[in-house]
């Protein structure tokens, strides 16, 4: 017969082990999850707002019958629902979805733009505390309305929405024309004195959807709904929408957003073309990521913005057929090119600080060593004084390589 210490203990074991185990009560069961990947919030009447869902139909591609081939998560036509908040307008969905509504796979949130220029803070707050929304999620504007951009986006290869929204951030890193801006960058600027963003911009492009017909003019477009083109995804992402703190102030074009990236010392790839004299001159170089550019900032009367700019280039296209390969070749090329990014760095730093009033880089980072505490550099009046600041831009171009071939072709039918 067991001792009367041990039959307690079994008893006691026996009572509490029940109350120990973890039940699924509260499970929720993949079928019955809505999942939203893409979030759109525009303007309405009367103080309220537009929100767009775009859904995403979860696919087990274990199953069997005629579901072979789908993505885990397949799009759905968008849903869009007016309401006060983002809140409320998930509450109200959940009247005429018939699942639950999560936002864990969202990979895209998208400002339509007259909401962008009244200012986004109210509506992120909640962003920023519901634990679905991770600070990880992208955020961009769409220079006409985030649900019309949802509704007609069309992506020509990949079939899932939350695949080919983490492929356009991939590709941001890579092209340079268009930047990358996520709910905690956005965050973190907000709470930083003298610091924005610049976030993605989205456009529908009407050249595709037939709203205009390709022109005849010489002149090529990098802007967002302005690229000519015939077929594809109706949607353009290239540019960035300029926040002043919670509000849109300025568009970039894709050029500009190259040359930003350039300043920030975020370029990791890209491409650009410059001309060497002639309109059929063109000259295409390959940008590779060098060190950071160096700010020097004095604080005297006027401000002195000093940078220095280092850009590894490779030489992709001479379409006049120059030949550039002899050192004295390569030197003037450098000293040309030099000269022409040293004018369109110095405007757009001019113009982002002095005309739109934002730090996007920010520079201010740079003035932070020069005051003794955080109080003294948040009340310093950055934004007024960079207003007559004196800014120079110079780069060190550095040609490595001239392709596969080093001198051009040249005819022997002429």
Not at 203 to 227: F, M
Not at 317 to 343: C, P, V
Not at 396 to 413: A, C
Request: aromatic share 8%; proline share 5%.
């Amino acid at each position: 017969m067991l001792p009367i210490w041990k039959r307690i203990w079994a008893t006691a074991c026996l009572i509490i082990t029940p109350f120990a185990m973890t039940g699924c009560y509260d499970r929720q069961e993949l079928e019955q999850q809505a999942f939203v990947t893409v979030l759109g919030v525009d303007q309405a009447p009367n103080g309220l707002i537009d929100c767009t869902f775009r859904i995403a139909l979860p696919v087990n591609p274990a199953s069997g019958g005629g579901g072979g081939g789908q993505e885990p998560l397949a799009a759905k036509e968008p849903i869009t629902i007016r309401a006060h908040s983002i809140n409320e307008a998930m509450v109200l969905a959940s009247g005429s979805i018939e699942r639950n509504v999560t936002f864990s796979h969202l990979s895209l949130i998208l400002f339509g733009d007259s909401l962008a220029k009244q200012g986004i803070l109210k509506y992120v707050q909640p962003l920023i505390r519901y634990r679905e929304f991770r600070r990880t999620v992208p955020l961009a504007v769409a220079k006409s309305s985030a649900k019309d951009c949802i509704s007609q986006f069309a992506p020509m290869l990949d079939t899932s929405s939350a695949r080919v929204n983490d492929n356009i951030s991939i590709l941001a890193n890579r092209a340079g024309t268009i930047p990358v801006c996520r709910l905690h960058e956005f965050a973190t600027a907000m709470e930083n004195p003298h610091q924005d963003v610049v976030a993605p911009l989205y456009d529908i492009n009407k050249y595709v959807t037939k709203e205009a017909e390709l022109s005849d003019q010489s002149k090529v477009s990098y802007e967002a709904g302005e690229v000519e083109r015939t077929g594809g995804n109706p949607v353009d992402w290239m540019g960035g929408a300029v926040f002043r703190g919670d509000k849109v102030v300025d568009y970039l074009n894709g050029e500009d957003m190259i040359l930003l990236r350039l300043l920030e010392g975020g370029m990791n790839n890209g491409k650009i073309d410059f001309t060497d004299g002639g309109e059929s001159d063109d000259i295409g170089l390959t940008l590779h990521k060098e060190h950071a550019p160096r700010f020097q900032v004095d604080l005297s009367n006027p401000v002195t913005i000093s940078v220095a700019v280092p850009i590894d280039a490779d030489v992709i296209n001479i379409a006049s057929g120059k030949d550039y390969s002899s050192d004295q070749g390569r030197q003037q090329l450098e000293a040309t090119l030099d000269n022409k990014f040293n004018a369109r760095l110095t405007a757009l730093l001019h113009r982002l600080l002095v005309d739109d009033k934002a730090d996007v880089i920010p520079v201010s980072r740079y003035i932070r060593g020069q005051f003794r505490t955080y109080q003294q550099f948040d009340a310093y009046p950055w934004a007024k004084k960079v207003e007559d600041a004196k800014i120079v831009v110079q780069t060190n171009l550095h040609i490595r390589r001239f392709g596969v071939q080093t001198e051009p072709l040249k005819s022997n039918n002429a």
